[in-house]
């Protein structure tokens, strides 16, 4: 929750005539204990089965904790991004230039208070919540958060109610924001409504604005009670007008980016990218840890940006890295550093201290054990027999994707995975009770989030390709298979996993698509290869079509032999490539290997090397028989035969 500084400061208002926002110019680097509302999480799967899901919007930098199932308080502050600092002297905030006077009408106690809660505000609220004030034996945050919100003066009263709205716990899901809650002498209140409330006690505060944008979605319109109307862009851009150096309001402002795709924010007379705005907030609040995060989720793998104005240069890895020192238990560093790293790599942390991608994304969980996000995917690290223990529970694959589904039921990609594991016609139960087979889960993928493309590419195939044959989705709509592969193109045209089930659906005709192409089968495999080069099944499929002379795709001829080649990312493949380059990419494909099998026939290769370390155990290429004996262990899901059996 956002606190206001006390102290007499120099108030600014906008241009004559125009309705603007007055805030108090608080020093560099100051920040308040602000309560939000925590954000969820907006996720849809990327190409293949397996699927991965967007970065979250870290758009809430004072998250309240969240409540697990059981009622018990969870802290997801570490989660979004709450700051950790090392304790400031008492001089080092607004509220310490304020010294209490008769004038003021409060008494030394709620002042000492209130400057305590400002102090605090750069602490994650778990702590908080369990530390004694100083000066004050036995008084925690909430408890001093009720004393202040007494107060007899309004910008008082305004620290209080913002730190108070801090405590006050969220569903789980993070999605619930509109509930009321009950604070006198106001009653039951959105959480919104209270933080305009907030604003009215002291126009002056600044972060309070902020807060307040967190609550609203970017087109939203926000009545204030003096009868201004903003919306969250503009909003945050009269705060940045009348206090340049509030290092929330650039963070919050780079979020826009994530909902508005156009977005071009007007600041200080110029143009601002996200970046940039990131930068700017942590100038301003070096330790920003919710802006370091925002600032390497928009990086690249290969990105390197400039801060510490221009003496450090830092990496994707290096900019969570930092987050992490700032504060090692915040939960979405961890997850997005084990995002940064190979499934067998490991990377140090401080103390000398090594760790792989799993190790972080177990952290994750115990630093927030109500973190879908950080469920969902150490399941996808986990091979399909492989089981796991975090915070002392062991966990199998499935298991951890119905854990995600139970923290965030709106997780579309975790429903989607979760439907992959599932054999035809098996059921599973959901913690919420409910026993669902794939289709059902797939279902309800595009029923939390209808823009969830892989969700319409799932559901496509569990249909026949009967002409006649539909499926009805929860808000009514009905599509046949091709239907929903179209769909899933409409909502994401890089969506790799649509190309490859509309290639399956046809042979020898061409489909054209909404972008205006027509394309055979064999280019709608490449144009998924293209989308997502770590697609096995349209590798494995594109092998079996033959390179007839009548496709037309970008290819040669290998002159030395009259191997028939395709030229995609990376290379130019054979059909025996095709096969290797999918068996390598999903090693337990049984598909793969009846490519393989084929392909070795056409071509007339005896023997061949395969991927990922399987060979003879006298270290000898593969025969097609022994080919062959491996192709029949995945058809009968046996462990990998790394030996081939004798004669």
């Known amino acids: 929750a956002a606190a206001a500084a006390v102290a007499a400061t120099e108030v600014t208002a906008s241009a004559a005539g125009a309705p603007g926002v007055a805030i108090a110019r608080a020093p560099v680097g100051a920040t308040a204990a602000a309560a939000s ?220 980016f994530n909902e508005e795709p156009n977005f071009k924010p007007y600041v200080l007379g110029r143009v601002w990218t996200q970046q940039e705005l990131l930068v700017e907030a942590l100038r301003q609040e070096p330790q920003l840890t919710s802006a370091l995060i925002s600032l390497g989720v928009s990086m690249n793998d290969r990105d390197t940006i400039v801060l510490d104005d221009g003496r450090t240069t830092l990496s994707k890895r290096e900019v969570f890295l930092r987050a992490l020192r700032i504060d090692p238990l915040l939960s979405v560093a961890n997850l997005e550093l084990a995002r940064c790293m190979q499934p067998d790599e490991t990377i140090e942390l401080s103390h000398g201290l090594r760790v792989g991608q799993r190790d972080l994304l177990r952290k994750a969980i115990e630093c927030n054990p109500g973190f879908a996000s950080a469920y969902h995917m150490l399941a996808r690290c986990l091979d399909i027999d492989e089981k796991i223990t975090v915070v002392d529970k062991e966990f199998s694959k499935r298991d951890l994707y119905v854990e995600a589904i139970h923290c965030d039921r709106r997780l579309a990609a975790a429903y989607c995975n979760l439907g992959f594991l599932l054999r035809d016609g098996e059921r599973i139960k959901l913690r919420s009770g409910a026993i669902l087979t794939s289709r059902e889960l797939f279902l309800e993928a595009v029923h939390v989030d209808a823009a969830h493309a892989l969700g319409y590419v799932n559901l496509a195939s569990c249909m026949s390709e009967k002409p006649k044959e539909r499926t009805k989705l929860h808000d009514g709509r009905v599509f046949s298979k091709l239907e929903l592969y179209l769909e899933a193109l409409r909502i994401d045209p890089r969506c790799s996993g649509a190309y490859t089930g509309l290639a399956d659906m046809i042979t020898n005709e061409r489909l054209q698509l909404a972008d205006g192409s027509i394309l055979s089968r064999p280019e709608l495999y490449i144009r998924a290869i293209e989308m997502d080069p770590l697609n ?39 059909a ?72």
């Not at 590798?539 to 390179?547: A, N, V």
């Not at 290429?621 to 899901?637: P, S």
């Open 37 to 256: 509302a925590a954000g969820g999480v907006d996720d849809t799967g990327t190409g293949g089965c397996d699927q991965d899901e967007p970065r979250p919007r870290f758009a809430r930098l004072f998250p309240g904790p969240a409540v697990s199932s059981n009622d018990e308080y969870v802290d997801i502050s570490d989660d979004i991004g709450a700051l950790t600092i090392a304790p400031r002297s008492p001089t080092d905030h607004p509220l310490a230039s304020s010294s209490p006077s008769p004038m003021e009408g409060e008494s030394l106690e709620i002042v000492a208070l209130a400057r305590e809660l400002q102090q605090l505000a750069l602490y994650p609220l778990g702590r908080c919540r369990t530390m004694s004030l100083r000066g004050f034996k036995d008084t925690t945050y909430q408890q001093a958060a009720e004393t202040v919100l007494k107060a007899a003066t309004d910008k008082y009263r305004c620290i209080g109610l913002l730190a108070y709205l801090r405590c006050v716990p969220v569903s789980a899901d993070q999605r619930h924001l509109d509930n009321p809650i009950r604070i006198e002498p106001w009653g039951p209140q959105k959480r919104s409504d209270l933080i305009i409330q907030a604003i009215h006690l002291d126009p002056t505060n600044a972060l309070g604005y902020v807060c307040l944008a967190q609550c609203i979605s970017a087109g939203e319109d926000v009545h204030l009670r003096d009868g201004r109307v903003f919306k969250k862009s503009n909003l945050l851009q009269e705060v940045l007008k009348s206090d340049p150096a509030c290092a929330h309001a650039y963070a919050e402002l780079a979020n826009l």
């Open 576 to 647: 025996i490539g095709l096969c290797l380059r999918a068996i390598k990419l999903n090693p337990r494909s049984r598909e793969a290997y009846g490519a393989l099998l084929l392909a070795m026939q056409s071509s007339a290769t005896g023997s061949l090397f395969l991927p990922n370390g399987i060979a003879h155990s006298d270290g000898r290429a593969l025969t097609y028989r022994e080919v062959d004996h491996i192709a029949r262990g995945r058809a009968r899901d046996e462990p990998l035969m790394i030996a081939a059996p004798s004669d």
């Open 536 to 574: 096995f099944r349209a590798y494995e499929r594109l092998s079996r079509c033959g390179f007839k002379s009548s496709h037309r795709y970008p290819g040669r001829t290998d002159h030395r032999n009259g191997v028939k080649l395709v030229r995609l990312p990376g290379g130019d493949f054979s």
